[in-house]
DNA sequence: CTAGGATCCTGTCAGC
DNA sequence: TGCTGACAGGATCCTA
């Protein structure tokens, strides 16, 4: 669930807390959930590559920590900081039955909790950290990528619904599915257009809205404040500041104020749109295939 | 090569 | 109340 905006925020918040402390102990509770062997060394520094992070130590290794769906990385010291999929867990006693992983560090705890066990930590030498798989195959950053870059990607793959490489992290990385949805809904683009009808301009817009909106959220801290975590009932999340169709079903759209935004699937995902604002374009060969189809019903309405 | 669907896992919620 | 199916802020693997 996190996406790129809510991990960078994790790793700002988390270097405060964690730089120049040294790894006493790790304690892993769920096999699944950590890869290769637990290193031992004084924490360096965090880096982030697209929705994943690499906290690199001093002895030559570095853990990679993949969030997924569900992953939360919580420190727990004199103060707590939470980031990743926001829930009650960011404030209750920990461990607890969703908590995989335990770093033990000289001034805290770091708590690597995932309710579905989809994310993990993966411990690997310094040095190999460009030849992770995942990190390897990741595509750049809007704000890293020329618009011809993209607009060629699209054409690449035209027969691909765009909103299938938006959240493809070898196309485009960073954008899950919040922020697909709420910069093609940005864009006034039906996420099922597909890729090869995007024009130039259009395929400029997308990546010119995506890097609107993840930098607005990371300025935001994300989709997690730290205020969640003072358990004050301020929840200050990005999703009811700025999110403007995700998680609005029902509700009157923001922008054209008449129609009511929509939930449909594409790519195999929740998808909210705006029915209204964002109009599906197709080619002639979708249009004569409908018109086929029509002319079928027809045909077996008259027998 | 591309495109689409199943799959990993636990928890919650709507509907009967 | 209980049961059931659908679905979830992700990515990979398998198939055609």
Redesign the pocket.
């Known amino acids: 669930?996190?996406?790129l905006p809510?991990v960078e925020t994790i790793r700002r918040g988390l270097k405060n807390y964690i730089i120049n402390k040294k790894i006493r102990k790790i304690k892993v509770l769920c096999e699944?959930s950590f890869i290769n062997a637990p290193p031992k060394g004084i924490i360096k520094g965090i880096r982030r590559f697209?929705?994943a992070l690499v906290i690199d130590l001093d002895s030559g290794w570095s853990l990679m920590v993949?969030l997924?769906?569900t992953g939360q990385l919580i420190y727990d010291g004199k103060e707590r900081y939470a980031g990743g999929h926001?829930s009650d867990n960011f404030i209750d006693q920990l461990p607890n039955?969703?908590t995989r992983v335990i770093v033990e560090l000289e001034n805290g705890t770091l708590y690597f909790n995932d309710?579905?066990?989809?994310g993990f930590i993966k411990s690997f030498k310094t040095d190999q950290v460009e030849n992770d798989?995942?990190i390897k195959?990741l595509g750049p950053e809007p704000w890293q990528m020329t618009k011809e870059e993209f607009y060629e990607k699209l054409q690449?793959?035209?027969?691909?619904?765009i909103k299938?490489l938006l959240?493809d992290?070898t196309i485009i990385c960073g954008l899950?599915?919040?922020y697909a949805d709420e910069t093609l809904f940005a864009a006034k683009i039906h996420p099922k257009t597909k890729a090869g009808l995007i024009t130039k301009a259009k395929s400029n817009m997308i990546l010119g809205v995506a890097e609107r909106v993840m930098n607005l959220s990371i300025a935001a801290g994300?989709?997690?404040l730290k205020d969640y975590v003072k358990a004050d009932g301020s929840r200050g999340?990005y999703?009811d500041k700025f999110a403007l169709v995700y998680n609005k079903t029902g509700q009157v759209c923001p922008i054209c104020g008449k129609a009511k935004i929509e939930k449909i699937?594409v790519a195999?995902?929740?998808t909210h749109i705006c029915p209204r604002c964002q109009v599906l374009l197709e080619d002639s060969t979708t249009t004569n295939l409908k018109q086929a189809s029509q002319n079928d019903k027809k045909q077996r309405e008259i027998k």
Request: aromatic share 4%; glycine share 12%; net charge positive.
């Open positions: 669930m996190p996406e809510e699944k697209g929705k993949h997924r769906m926001p039955r969703q309710q579905r066990k989809f798989p995942f195959k690449r793959h035209k027969n691909s619904p299938a959240l992290q899950g599915n919040i994300g989709s997690t999340d999703l699937r195999g995902r929740g």
